[in-house]
């Protein structure tokens, strides 16, 4: 499946982002769908992710904070992003993988281009 992402910028602390990722040409259907994120020299890591019948898990330190919606059969997925932070600075990366949503980045086969965000304090 192919990915897109996109709604990343450069938003003020305490401020709120939606990030979109959609799969070109199909639905969701029986797939899980990923967010990762990888700050400047630091690896990617697990933010949430979502099922293809709508479980969802999200990362402890930004589940206050964020949350993940669409999947299935639907072809987009959304981050809504709440009181954001300058950690939360990165790049953001959609993934995809058949059926159940993985915790780790090497699971997943299919990738979208990444979005950044900036956070200023």
């Known amino acids: 499946v192919q990915l897109q992402a996109c709604g990343g910028g450069l938003v003020q602390a305490g401020g709120s982002l939606r990030l979109s990722c959609a799969a070109s040409?199909?639905?969701?259907?029986?797939?899980?769908v990923g967010w990762f994120r990888q700050a400047p020299g630091k690896e990617r890591e697990f933010v949430a992710a979502?099922?293809?019948?709508?479980?969802?898990n999200v990362r402890d330190s930004v589940k206050d904070r964020f949350a993940i919606s669409g999947g299935g059969a639907n072809n987009m997925v959304t981050l809504q992003m709440h009181s954001l932070k300058p950690e939360d600075t990165a790049v953001y990366y959609c993934?995809?993988?058949?059926?159940?949503?993985?915790?780790?980045?090497?699971?997943?086969?299919?990738w979208g281009q990444g979005t950044e965000v900036t956070v200023s304090s």
């Open positions: 993934a995809a993988r058949r059926i159940n949503y993985s915790h780790r980045a090497g699971d997943y086969n299919s």
């Open positions: 040409g199909r639905t969701f259907s029986g797939y899980a």
């Open positions: 979502i099922n293809w019948e709508g479980s969802t």
